[in-house]
């Protein structure tokens, strides 16, 4: 009996890691949508300030070694963000065609030229303008801010 149930045991345990594995694909492709989100994604803002970007490149760890030159943050619900990957597909700027476009709430942080990390300073710029992300995954999620 307990030879029985050992076995049961084991073909469980089998059954659960292989599901697992066909379940998760890609823990790279998550490991880069979660990096979006950390450096793209900020749905509780209106309108961005230059104060709003300095706080969030350090919050977001985007000034640790280095000023990041350029970053955009997202203002939209982020199933309003995945939705971006059902509409058509254009081209990245490194040629692959798995970029999506639409119109989106954004704060754009632009680095002043003249601090140091970790101390960077931002000029803020709060618009809306089309946007352009590269989708990856099954089902598609973003995984990079293109333009």
């Avoid at 880069?32 to 209106?46: E, I, N, S, T």
């Avoid at 982020?78 to 970029?99: D, E, H, L, P």
Wanted: proline fraction near 4%; aromatic fraction near 6%; charged fraction near 25%.
């Amino acid at each position: 009996m307990s030879l029985q149930r050992s076995h049961s045991l084991l073909l469980l345990l089998l059954l659960t890691l292989l599901g697992l594995v066909l379940v998760q694909p890609s823990y790279g492709q998550d490991d880069m949508y979660q990096r979006f989100l950390r450096q793209h994604v900020d749905p509780g803002v209106r309108d961005g300030s230059d104060r709003y970007c300095n706080l969030m490149m350090q919050r977001r760890k985007m000034t640790l070694y280095q000023c990041k030159p350029f970053n955009t943050f997202i203002h939209e619900d982020i199933w309003n963000i995945r939705s971006i990957c059902s509409t058509t597909s254009i081209q990245c700027k490194n040629g692959r065609m798995n970029c999506h476009e639409r119109v989106m709430k954004v704060t754009d942080c632009r680095e002043t030229g003249s601090s140091r990390a970790p101390n960077c300073r931002y000029r803020a710029i709060a618009r809306t303008r089309r946007i352009v992300v590269a989708c990856e995954g099954n089902p598609e999620v973003p995984v990079h801010f293109d333009r």
